[in-house]
Each structure stands twice: as structure tokens, then as C-alpha cells.
């Protein structure tokens, strides 16, 4: 009968199977993040950090529920929901963060990174600079040269003053703040479904196994009683 031991056994690895599944998927995110901005953007991270955390908890609860143990099932019922704690707090500061949250974020990592990456980001959204191009005094540039992007947003064009390719931050907003939504989207969505992990995990731990045997004396009978 469903809501029996056979029936919580089964559900609990196959919720730990979908964990693993969802684990891969918030990893996968998580990197889709970075590669959008191409940057180390801390939530991202977490994100990413959370998911790989699942995977360990989700072979721990594995082997919890294949032996039915009650010490891994404990200590996978109080990772679990710790693991909600964090997944809910990061999620809902995804979802929380404004545009210019998102674009100080994006500075902080533009700033962090070398000038190759840079170069890469210039050629692979056609863009030059961070936010401008316009130098303080006695300070250095902090983009590479701008010659090919420009060739390539002006083709066709003599490269001049007025033709030049938009800063960085304005052809990145929308792919942050996509990335930002999905990353807290699917981080809330699933944090939820680990409260039910820890009510299957409570209930099975508490349920009696009826395949389990009362051990007893290996000894004969005869050798204790005269």
C-alpha cells in the first residue's frame, strides 16, 4: 500500500535520483550565468555551489534509503534542510536583484578579470568598454583596443568618431538579468521539493522494516539449560 515502507523506500531514492538530475541542471545554470556576463558574479555562484552540494547529499540519502539507515538518514534529513535554508535565501536574492545590483555586480567582475577575457567579450558581443570610453586623467585604459569590434559593428562604414560599437553593459543587461531570473526561478522551485524530501525521509526512518529479523542466539538451547 502506497504511504507503507516498500512505497517511502522507493520515493526517497527516486526523489535522490531527481536531485541529481536537478543538481546537474542548477550547475548548468549556474555556468550559463558566468558564460553570460563572463564574469564571477557571487549569487551565481552560490547557485552553482548549492548544486553540487545536492549531488553529495542526494548519494548520501541514496544510501540511507537502500539500507534504511538511520544515522545517514538523520544526518541527510539536517543537511537537507539547512541546504533549503540557503537554496530559498539565494534564490529569492536572485529574483530580488534590481538593474543597478546587476550592474555593479557586472563591474566588479569586468574589473577582476585580465584583458584577454576582456578582448574576448568585446568580440563576442561587439562591444567596446565596460560602460564608456571616456578616460579620467592620469589614468589607464581599462579595455582593450577597440579596432576590430569597431570594424566589425561599422562594416561597410569608415571607422570614425561617430561610429563606434556600444559599451559592453548596455549589449550584456538583458542576458544578466535572463540568467539572474532563471538562476532564482529554478533555484525556489526546487528548493521546495526538499522540505518533501525531509517529510519522506522523517517518515521512512521512523517506519519498521518487515523484512527485518529479530536476531537471535546462534548457540544450541541445550548448552545453557541443565
Sequence with gaps: MCGGFTCSKNALIALNILYVVVASILISVAVYGQASSLTTLPIVGGIMACGIL????????LAGAVKHHQVMLF????????????????????????SDQQEMLAQQGWNTVDLDTKAQVQE?????????RTIAPNTTVDYPTCDV??????DGWTVTDEC???????????????????CGGIGLFF???????????R??????????????????RKNYLY
Excluded at 533549503?84 to 529569492?92: E, K, R, T
Excluded at 563576442?124 to 564608456?132: A, D, G, I, N, P
Design 54 to 61: 545536492l549531488i553529495l547529499i542526494s548519494l548520501l540519502g
Design 75 to 98: 544526518f541527510y534529513m539536517v543537511i537537507l534542510f539547512l541546504l533549503f535554508l540557503v537554496q530559498f535565501s539565494i534564490a529569492c536574492a536572485c529574483l530580488g536583484v534590481n
Design 124 to 132: 563576442r558581443f561587439q562591444c567596446c568598454s565596460f560602460k564608456s
Design 149 to 154: 569590434v569597431d570594424k566589425i559593428c561599422c
Design 164 to 182: 563606434r560599437c556600444q559599451p559592453c553593459m548596455e549589449k550584456l543587461k538583458e542576458t544578466i538579468d535572463y540568467a539572474f531570473k532563471l
Design 191 to 201: 528548493s521546495f521539493t526538499e522540505l518533501f524530501a525531509v517529510w519522506i525521509a
Design 203 to 220: 517518515r521512512y526512518r521512523n517506519q519498521p522494516d518487515p523484512n527485518y529479523k529479530e536476531p537471535h542466539a546462534v548457540f544450541p
